[in-house]
């Protein structure tokens, strides 16, 4: 995985260069709406009563995520794999 580091002030002028970040979410329905979480920015979630909006949320929360990372001079993932399975428990 090929990470991007950034010093402090070339946060911004970075950001508004940026034209695209595609990154994997995953999105689980209940009753009370749509959880969305980005699995490879750890702690970036959101959440919606609609899946309309849950995926409006999480864009926002990604982008917000982004730049406190950026502005920080964290790593920020380029290309990520993530691989959704099953695993048997007995209960």
């Known amino acids: 995985m090929r990470e991007i580091r950034l ?3 070339h946060a911004k002028s970075i950001i508004s260069a940026m034209k695209q ?3 994997p979410i995953v999105i689980e329905a209940d009753t009370e709406g749509y959880f969305v979480s980005c699995p490879a920015l750890q702690g970036c979630y959101s959440q919606g ?6 995926m409006k949320n999480i864009q926002d929360a990604i982008r917000l995520h982004i730049e406190d990372r950026l502005a920080d001079g964290e790593e920020i993932p380029e290309h990520v794999s993530v691989t959704l399975s099953t ?3 007995a209960v």
């Open 49 to 54: 009563d609609t899946y309309e909006e849950a």
């Open 7 to 9: 010093a402090e002030g």
């Open 87 to 89: 695993v048997e428990v």
């Open 21 to 23: 970040v595609t990154l």
